[in-house]
């Protein structure tokens, strides 16, 4: 048989013009070893660190370590379905998580899927978990409140929009309490909030949801959520992810948002893990070197943003728990050290029913009183809550040695009673800043001082309801000014000692 090389030479060329090239440039390496959420692959040559990976059966994973001949990485779900030999891939991305405004009211996980049974997120784009914090020139000074609704906090250590306020204290003392009351409090402050629960139990974390939600707090607030059953990854990822979700909303936005982190110490346990797997050197209490740059580049977020970057706020509450009120462990005095001030939870105060259990003598405010409203500020509120606080806490000490005390001494430590039992409050009762001032004018002004200790509270509910009903006026101008002139303090000295008069003889006060 004979063939025509012009026939042939016709055909190939016809084929090579309808053939289109193809070519995958995704770099492709194969797992060594997976197991308790870490995965050792090789042939990710130009991987980079932080870079997020795709595993062939869709499971995601984040380079952690960059080692000679192969990388370590952390598997972000699952590890059951993975093992030796399988394949898996670049994507050239940072690991990013949704974000946007659809987020409010929703539960979701460390990588923001949706927990809630409510369908998919709303999101209006992806942003990257890890993100530098804004320099000098982007920040402006911590000024503007961020009520609480605690007495006790927005008296003493008041914290502001953009401020790092650490909560710390033993298990079981009331931290998650304060936290959760502090987002209650936003419901008229437009605040969006952000709940990131780190190695919690999933009935405790469903208990606070269900608190939010019974308080209509849930619309505003998104739940980020790597439970205890969650992998090492997620947990040590959450805290990352939440702020991102409420970064968007201040750069974006120009919002005032307000992140919890409950708690600290159980990311950074999570990272241990992550780092004694992985073969890099322990330190103090078998911690990595660079444990404090884990909580340092993620608190350091926190920012009042300038004017011309929109002005909105991230204040962070991170929660550290400690260990038989260790505080000087080093987890604590690492983000001690990173914080504006802490609140500080005492297990005896807790257990003597002070709740909120604040031990006002070590928690502390860095910003102060630049935080506060000038009501607040007066001589006669906060200045005088902890002149008297400090005076009853020396003179108790000193009562308790049984000897005999003159009637100004024991004038004073009366008075401090009082001053402790007015602080007291129930959870899920947050208060408005001018109740606050109202309770703590009367009681450091001495219209308290006759007034049974078991009555304390009494007193306080129907003060602030006569206020309300028969001095609203009054109550409006300082509602409006939130200042606390001579004629203003004139005229509540005549309010508080007309009610105490009318309140002890067991008279209601005539509404006017």
Known sequence: ????????????????????????????????????????????????????????????????????????????????????????????????????????????????????????IDAETTRPVEMIAPGIAGRQPVTQPLQTGIKAIDAMTPIGRGQRELIIGDRKTGKTAIAVDTIINQKSENVHCFYVAIGQKDSTVAGVVEDLRRNGALDYTTVIVASASAPAPLQYIAPYSGCAMAEHLMYNHGAHTLVVYDDLSKQATAYRQLSLLLRRPPGREAYPGDV???????????????????????????????????VSAYIPTNVISITDGQIYLQPDLFRANIRPAIDVGISVSRVGGAAQVKAMKHKKVANGLRLNLAAFRELEAFAQLGTDLDAGTQAQIDRGVRMVEILKQPQFQPMHVIDQVTSIFAAASGHLDKVPVARVAEYESKLLAYMRDSHAPFRDKLLSTKVLDAEAETEFNRICAQFTEAFLAGKAPDPR
């Open 1 to 120: 048989m004979r063939f025509n090389p012009e026939e042939i030479t016709s055909v190939i060329r016809a084929e090579l013009e309808k053939f289109e090239s193809e070519v995958d440039v995704s770099e492709v390496g194969t797992v060594l070893s997976v197991g308790d959420g870490i995965a050792r692959i090789y042939g990710l040559e130009k991987a980079s660190a932080g870079e997020m990976l795709e595993f062939e059966n869709g499971v995601r994973a984040q380079v952690f370590n960059l080692e000679a001949g192969s990388i370590g990485a952390v598997v972000l779900g699952e590890d059951r379905e993975l093992h030796e030999g399988m394949t898996i891939r670049r994507t050239g991305k940072l690991l990013q998580v949704p974000v946007g405004k659809g987020l409010a009211g929703r539960v979701v996980d460390a990588l923001g899927n949706p927990i809630d049974g409510k369908g998919p």
């Open 292 to 326: 404090f740059y884990l909580h340092s580049r993620l608190l350091e977020r926190a920012v009042k943003l300038s004017d011309e970057l929109g002005a909105g706020s991230l204040t962070a509450l991170p929660i550290i728990e400690t260990q038989e009120g260790e």
